[in-house]
Each structure stands twice: as C-alpha cells, then as structure tokens.
C-alpha cells in the first residue's frame, strides 16, 4: 500500500445509513496484508435481486467466472470478498480456491449454492489459500451487523490510500429508498470493462432483469468512462444487489426497466456510481491531479468517447499535466492517433474555459501564463471540439507521476 | 534534452562511408536549441529515386502533408530537416512555413519543386519562423559534402541522448552497395505509422516504385513493431533516397521489385532499419532497459502483434520492469485486455528461458529469485504463447521509469 494519502481525497465522509435486509461483517485473514482486515462478508435477506458488470479481459479471474454463472439465478445470499490476492492465473488450483469458499460460504448463510457471489482483489497469479479463511465465513455471516460499510470498504482496499464508500436516496413510489456503494481502485483501471471492485446495494423491490438493464446502462457513462492507466484487471467486478425491503413500508416491486417510477432510482443510482468511479480515479496510483476530457463536435458519440479515451490514456499528456505544462499540442497528438475522423484544421480545444487553439492553430488571444496557471488547479477539464458532427462523451483520468512509476515498480518486491 | 546518455546507448559507432551522389550540410539556426546544429540539409544528384513512409496520425503535420504530395514523381534533390520545432498544429501558417522552405530549398539546389522533400521535429503547434533559416539553404546545399553523417544524425536530435547512425552494404549484381540510415527518436514512438524522422540513403540503382515496395514492406518488421509509450506523432517519417551511382560501377538497374538479384538489398536493409528502431527504443526517454516481446502461438500473425503491442504499451508491465519485478502476472493481464482469441489456461509465459507459467497456472518449477535474477539484465525478452494457432510477432519497447516522467512534465516548462 501507498504511503501517504492522496491529495484528492474526499474532504469529508458521509454519515453512511444501513440498508435493510443487508448485513456486513470483517476479519482479518491475514491472506497478504499484515495488521488489517482482508475479508469482507455481506449477507443478504432471502429474496434478494443481484445484476453485476465484470472484467471484458479475455483471461478473467476464477471468481469473475464463477459470479457470471451464478448471475443467471438472479438471487443473492452472501458475498465473499478477500484482497491481497486476486485467484487469477491460477488455473485449476483457482477453480479449487472458488469451490472450497463457495461452499463454506452457502453453509455459513444457510443458503443455496448458486446464490453465493466472490471477488478476490491483489497480486495475480499466485495460488489463493481458501483454507486461510473459509472457517472464518461462519462466525463473519453470523455476527454480520448492518451497519458497517465503512468497515466494508476499507476490508476490499489493496494500494488504495482512502477508503471509497457514499451513499444517496431516492423516491420509489411514495417510499424514499437508499442506496449504498463501496469501491476500490487503484491501478489497472480502465474501460473495456465493468470496473475495480465495487458492490452496491439498496432496499429497492427491483426484479433481476431490471436490475441488470440499469446497471449495465449506467456503468456506460461513469465506471466505464474512467481510466487510470489504460490496463484493464482479470477481476473488475460490479455488483447490485436489491433486498427489496423497502416493499415493507410500501414501495412498489419494479419488474419493468421502462417503468416511469424507476426514474429518480436510475438518476440517484448512476450520480453514486459516478461519485465513486471518481473517486477511484482519483486515488488512481501517484495522482496529483483530476482530468476532465470532454470531446464535443464528433461524427458519432462513440467515436467521441474512442478520442477522449485516446487522450485520457496518452502518457504524454498525463505527464504534461503532472509537470503542469498546457501542452495543447500533445492534445492533438492523442486526437491524432485515435483513427477517428477528425480534421486538423477544424480542431478546438480548452483547458477549462482558456481556449487555447482554434481551428487548427494556436488560439489568437493566447496566454502561456494565463494557461499555465490554470494548470495548477487540483481539477483540469479538457473540452475538444471536432467540428465534425455531434457526438460528445466524456471521460475522467488522472496524471501520471514518477509515484506511480514508484508504486508500481516496487508493488511486489 | 536530457542530461544524461542512456545506459542503453551503443558502445562503439561504425565508421560511416560516403554514399555517391549524397551530399550533407548542417547549421547552427537557433530554432529552438543554443550552441548546437538544428539544421540538416541532404543534396542529391540528379536522377535520385524516393520512398516515403509516414505517420497515420490523422493529425500530421505540414511537412508530412507536404512530402505526401512530392513522393508521387518519385524524385528527390534536396531534403531539408529542422529540429526544435515541429510545425504541426500550425494551420495556414504552418503551411506559409513549407511553402517558404521549399522555395528556398529548391532555389539552393538548382531544382524542381517537387524534388523537395522537407521534415521538422521539435515543439507541436507553435508557428515555425522559415526565415529563420531559408537564408542559410543556398550556402548549405553549396557547401554540402558527403562524409557527413554523423553529422547530420546529430542535428536532427530532439529529446535523443546519443545520435543514431548505422551503415549497411549489400551484393547487386557483382557489385557491392552501401546504405547509410539515420534516425531520431525519443518519445511518442509507437507504431500505425511509419516512424519518429529516419533518413536513409543508397547508391543502388533502384526505380521509385520498387523502392517504395521494398521500404513498406521492412518497415512492418522494425519501425512499426517499436513502441516506447504508445503515443503516436505528427510527424513521424522514414524516407529511403537511391542515388543510383553504382550504376557506374556496373550495378544493374532494378525495375522490378520481385528481381532476385534485390534480395541481399532487402535483407540488408531490413537488418540496417531494425538496428536503428532499436536504437531509438533503446533511447526511449527514461529507458533504463530494451524489452523484446514474442507472442507465438495466436490464431494469426495479426492478432499476434496486437497482443505483443497490447503487453509492449502496458504502463504495469513497463513499471514491473522498470522495477526488475518479474510480475507475469501482469503479462496475463495485458494479454486478456488485448481483446484477441486467448485462453486463458493454455498460456505460457517465459523471461528469456525461464518458464515462469505454463498451461495458465504458475509454472512447477518456478523460482522467484531465478525470475528476480534475470530481470537485473540490461536487455529482457518475454515469450507467450497463446497455444492456439501458428501466428506470431515480436515487438521491442523499453521499461517506464521515473525519469520517463521528468523528462515529459518539463519537456516545454
């Protein structure tokens, strides 16, 4: 783990509600981390939905694919999270780890096999021990209190150097639901997936099916729209599960995804995934800064997305914002190298509301010094418009530094 | 410019013979460097057949424009090189700016315009002062000599911590030619293009088309399989110049790119081209070591170098090896995040002979401190194989260190 904490963390953390139905429960293992909790319990209420997003990497991790079998049922009981080692590239020794804790796990909350959900976050490749924590699952599932997601949050944190948790509320009929999401980053992170880890949770009475379509719509435009280092893990997990106890005090049951009372829970779910797929970001390893790249003016909204992630991964322009340097011209690399349509005479771009070129030059009225000290903000938002059509998207990343070069350098010796 | 010369740099350079009908001159402009030449001018006979390769940015700067449209008569006079500043993202003016040079240049050299071959390195979009420098064509081109090639590989450095220069001679026929190539790198190497700026030139009697033929078709194996850090330039180009003199000597006229007498040329230049590519990975800003990455095993040639450029750009893969960690784990991540056929479990990987996994678990024999003790060396090779089909690739790139990072946060600043 990093040394000291990020200067883009939170300032401050919410007051973090219980979730009706859901239970939490930590240990330490001892799996990799020395003097911290690695485990994380979460237990469920019968009649719980469950939908999840996962890793697109053509070699995921045994628990990836042991989660995206068991997602079929559409039910959750419990879920099994360890960090410091991932059970990737582990082959049939992986297979193994996941069995033995899947088990444990159903016996531990008297459930159903197909009902069990695991994640495993850490070091890649190396064989996972279950037996060092499998006989902890009963006594974590039993003790489990609802209270404790701060707890949880930390319990999943591998070079994270805060832990990522917030929460929000929405109307649901006229019953006000909650929602509560935990994350952790922090390197491997990039789109072409679901994300890091993150596990949210609600009393929303939301069907499977419905649940699945939303989340998977809303990952889109936030986790899926964030990028550390372009490297996308074997493990990227993202889960949501509804206990449906809001029914209780008298919240209607969602089974259609075009049902107009869903409204206010798709807004409030996807500012919280956004909330925390930033806040990964910006405790992305060694980072100083957050980056806002914004391309407008694109023949298509996924091409605009194809040349804001060409930016937001290009070294050169991470490195051009750690040393605070506008360097508008590495912009137009990155658009460059995208392969999508884009006419270089056409071209604009900001930082922030500086424009510094214009079609296809240096912008006339511009100021090196008045650029350069706006690149000394904690925030820099970068708008490229195409002047081609009207696709936009945007997308959020943070600089790279010599600390990530350090962080990653020396992870595992 | 960096401080220090790479460790990486060559330990001896060659003695670089004249090439009949090419001649050098360099200047001391002050584009943008003080108390070094920055200026290049190569002057060839008359009857000098061209090849060109040139970035796929779709961005590229004035001069890449404007050399595209001279390469289809297929000769070339004079070719003038600045370095300092690029001249791309430079709009009208940027154009106003090749239009300039090419005047002079042809004025200087007594020839056609569209013998003109032009190329700029340095800052991106900041306008390029012509006149700075159009003054000092006439006494250059008259001054040119042919035993100059340090020289010229010297004052077309930017970023580059030692020159790059390297000679070559093949059998034509009964008589031998001499190929002389320079090149300058160091950062936004990556390929889908043809190079960072490379010169090349022979006194073969080659026809334009053939040459072209031929040109293409080495790149694919050397330049475009180099990569430091994924970014990708305005302006990268490689131009390959036949004087065509050794016809003089009894050299045969080659029309015909399928001539079996060109195959000893091919093979040389191949040979000549690859060692330059490597000495600009080897001068890879911030490198402290050369990768070579051969995946074999993949369903096809194609889908084996993207896979082996997917591991060469990963920033988790050059940080482990920055860090001599034999992380293989984060191979298997860069392989699955490649987006080709793989599975996951008839992986193997090896660092130089040492297996390290093998049929997508950690190989039996593995030793940490052997794997630990290879990645001490200057010069790392990794081998996958997917064990799919027969395709393969091999692609060089370097390691990602702190200093990569210095080096681009105070590049302009």
């Excluded at 293992?29 to 053509?58: H, P, Q």
């Excluded at 994270?160 to 509320?169: C, G, I, N, Q, R």
């Amino acid at each position: 783990m990093s040394a000291s904490i990020s200067p883009l963390a939170p300032k401050s953390y919410p007051e973090m509600p219980e979730i009706a139905g859901a239970r939490i429960g930590v240990a330490e293992a001892g799996i990799k981390y020395k003097g911290r909790k690695d485990l994380l319990v979460m237990v469920f209420d019968e009649g719980t939905a469950v939908a999840g997003v996962f890793t697109r990497s053509r070699c995921p991790s045994a628990p990836v694919e042991f989660c995206r079998r068991n997602l079929s049922g559409g039910k959750a009981r419990i879920l099994v999270v360890n960090s410091g080692n991932a059970n990737a590239f582990t082959g049939r020794k992986g297979r193994e780890a996941t069995s033995l804790t899947a088990e444990a796990a159903a016996r531990a909350a008297g459930a159903e096999p197909d009902t069990v959900f695991l994640a495993s976050t850490g070091v890649i490749g190396e064989p996972l021990e279950a037996g060092r924590f499998t006989h902890l699952l009963g006594e974590l599932a039993a003790g489990a209190e609802a209270g404790r997601w701060e707890e949880a949050a930390r319990a999943i944190m591998t070079t994270d150097t805060y832990p990522k948790f917030v929460t929000a509320s929405a109307r649901l009929g006229d019953c006000t639901v909650t929602i509560n999401g935990i994350a952790k980053g922090a390197g491997m992170i990039a789109p072409d997936m679901a994300t890091m880890l993150s596990f949210v949770a609600t009393d929303a009475p939301i069907a499977a099916p419905v649940l699945q379509d939303i989340l998977a719509k809303a990952t889109a435009k936030t986790f899926n729209a964030v990028t550390v280092d372009s490297d996308t893990s074997t493990s990227d997990t993202l889960m949501l599960f509804a206990t449906g106890k809001a029914a209780e005090r008298g919240a209607p049951w969602i089974t259609d995804a075009k049902d107009s009372r869903l409204s206010p829970f798709k807004r409030a779910l996807g500012k919280l995934l956004k909330t925390l797929a930033l806040q990964v970001v910006r405790d992305g390893e060694g980072a100083r800064k957050q980056v806002e790249i914004t391309v407008t003016g694109a023949k298509s909204a996924r091409s605009a997305k194809r040349v804001a992630l060409s930016i937001a991964n290009s070294p050169l322009v991470k490195t051009a914002v750690a040393g605070e340097d506008a360097n508008w011209g590495r912009i137009v690399m990155a658009v460059g190298k995208a392969g999508e349509p884009a006419d270089r005479d056409l071209l604009s771009i900001w930082f922030g509301d500086i424009r510094v070129a214009f079609e296809g030059e240096r912008d006339p009225g511009y100021s090196e010094e008045q650029a350069s000290d706006y690149m000394r903000r904690d925030e820099i938002s970068i708008r490229v418009d195409l002047g081609l059509g009207r696709g936009s998207a945007t997308v959020w990343t943070c600089d790279l530094t010599k600390e990530y070069v350090a962080i990653n350098g020396d992870y595992r010796s």
